[in-house]
């Protein structure tokens, strides 16, 4: 139990680090961690709560009242062409919904002004980006799969969009609402509103209960889309890429022998279900947010094992892992067999520019950190997606000594620019 718990305690600690889930930590080896930190963030661990069910690969446009006139967007001949072009993916985590709190001058301040972007800069970059013609669509539209000889073979498929648009795949990282993340500005769960549509729920830094829907991706993105219907192709949202080891989306699932687990359960399948009938999908983002590339195999093979068990079994059918800390493994190596062997076949990774690679067994797709980090330091490579100086929130700390120097690589693979910051 202890040992379980440190595993937690070092997870919390290096899951900030990984951020631009890009970036890479100290996850085989043993941080240095005082016992301080270790006893703060077990209290932390000790804190929990949970979530659940299926999965879609083509985003049902989000229902409507059954009643409406017939006059389904289908049916209007949309004119489609060929599109030809790289294909954009970009990643955020959870949204910074209470600057006051992440800006603190806590330990994790520094951490969330490298890893994180406020609700402004979100609003201000979805805006860009519909401006540049960009249009969401589902990341399973890109490949086809057939089976042969009784295995899957996976083919590039040839996206077909209204004219004049660039598709655009996004999604978001550690979208488990971790009890770090409770004290430091995010919101707390996604909920069911009263007419079943998700919300967030959190306690304002008064202290005051607040169901908001304009202070996270998901419900944000859901009202963008409703107000502008050619941001989405046929519906689609983004992947939603969770973890399993403090529950998924506010709800402490991971704690299996507790009294909450058959609620938490319940309400998260909840939230589960309209998530998917409202265009968004999953994806592993392994259950113990581990280094795909360094841990051993067996270590890979049993943390997947654990997030089928405990998560798949409420998402449903996933076929998409994205690696934490941006690593990745080599196509030739038991590890990437032992992902494909498990039904992923859409495998991501980060990268500073979009990279898609067809393999029989899996794509391989790289996406971009969208963070303070490349906010500040890699405006002119977003420049065709937004313009950083404008979106940047002045909420921000100033930082006398940016982390990363201005132009320098992406914190992509290895070395992570921030490892000091967060265990300061
Ligand atoms: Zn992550």
Same mark, same amino acid.
Do not use: W
């Given at each position: 139990m202890?040992?379980?718990?440190?595993?937690?305690?070092?997870?919390?600690?290096? $899951?900030?680090?990984?951020?631009?889930?890009?970036?890479?930590?100290?996850?085989?080896?043993?941080?240095?961690?005082?016992?301080?930190?270790?006893?703060?963030?077990?209290?932390?661990?000790?804190?929990?709560?949970?979530?659940?069910?299926?999965?879609?690969?083509?985003?049902?446009? =989000?229902?409507?009242?059954?009643?409406?006139?017939? =006059?389904?967007?289908?049916?209007?001949?949309?004119?489609?062409?060929?599109?030809?072009?790289?294909?954009?993916?970009?990643?955020?985590?959870?949204? $910074?919904?209470?600057?006051?709190?992440? @800006?603190?001058? =806590?330990?994790m301040s520094k951490g969330y002004d490298d890893w994180f972007v406020t609700v402004k800069e979100f609003d201000k970059i979805i805006q860009s980006l519909y401006a540049n013609n960009y249009i969401l669509v589902d990341i399973h539209s890109l490949i086809d799969e057939t089976q042969q000889n009784g295995k899957t073979i996976v083919t590039q498929k040839e996206l077909?969009?209204?004219?004049?648009?660039?598709?655009?795949?996004?999604?978001?990282?550690?979208?488990?609402?971790? =009890?770090?993340?409770?004290?430091?500005?995010?919101?707390?769960?996604?909920?069911?509103?009263?007419?079943?549509?998700? %919300?967030?729920?959190?306690?304002?830094? %008064?202290?005051?209960?607040?169901?908001?829907?304009?202070?996270? $991706?998901?419900?944000?993105?859901?009202?963008?889309?409703?107000?502008?219907?050619?941001?989405? @192709?046929?519906?689609?949202k983004g992947v939603i890429a969770l973890t399993g080891y403090q529950g998924v989306l506010g709800y402490r699932t991971n704690l299996l022998d507790s009294p909450t687990y058959a609620t938490e359960k319940e309400e998260a399948l909840k939230v589960i279900k309209r998530l998917k009938e409202t265009g968004w999908t999953f994806a592993s983002h392994g259950y113990g947010h581990l280094d795909a590339n360094k841990v051993s195999y067996d270590r890979l093979a049993s943390d997947t094992q654990q997030w089928k068990k405990e998560v798949e079994s409420l998402t449903g059918p996933v076929n998409v892992y994205i690696y934490p800390y941006g690593s990745r493994v080599e196509t030739d190596s038991k590890k990437y067999r032992l992902l494909v062997d498990s039904g992923f076949d859409i495998l991501c990774s980060v990268g500073p520019a979009p990279y898609l690679k067809v393999k029989p067994d899996a794509l391989m797709m790289d996406r971009r950190h969208i963070d303070g980090i490349s906010l500040k330091t890699q405006g002119e490579r977003m420049l065709g997606l937004f313009n950083a100086s404008e979106v940047i929130d002045s909420v921000r700390p100033v930082d006398p000594k940016p982390n990363v120097a201005a132009g320098k690589q992406p914190p992509a693979k290895k070395a992570s620019p921030s490892t000091s910051a967060v265990k300061k």
């Open positions: 202890r040992v379980e718990k440190r595993r937690i305690a070092l997870a919390l600690l290096t $899951i900030l680090v990984c951020s631009g889930c890009a970036v890479n930590q100290a996850s085989g080896g043993d941080p240095q961690v005082s016992t301080g930190q270790i006893q703060a963030q077990q209290q932390l661990a000790d804190k929990v709560d949970q979530a659940a069910e299926s999965m879609t690969s083509s985003p049902a446009p =989000d229902p409507s009242p059954a009643d409406q006139p017939a =006059d389904p967007p289908e049916e209007k001949a949309e004119k489609l062409v060929p599109y030809k072009g790289p294909v954009e993916h970009i990643f955020f985590h959870p949204l $910074i919904a209470y600057p006051e709190l992440a @800006f603190d001058n =806590d330990s077909l969009l209204p004219e004049n648009k660039k598709p655009l795949v996004l999604s978001i990282d550690d979208m488990n609402y971790y =009890d770090y993340m409770l004290q430091n500005g995010n919101v707390y769960k996604l909920i069911l509103d009263d007419q079943g549509n998700i %919300a967030t729920y959190s306690l304002t830094p %008064a202290g005051e209960k607040n169901i908001a829907y304009d202070n996270e $991706i998901i419900p944000i993105l859901d009202q963008f889309v409703k107000e502008h219907s050619d941001f989405s @192709f046929h519906g689609a």
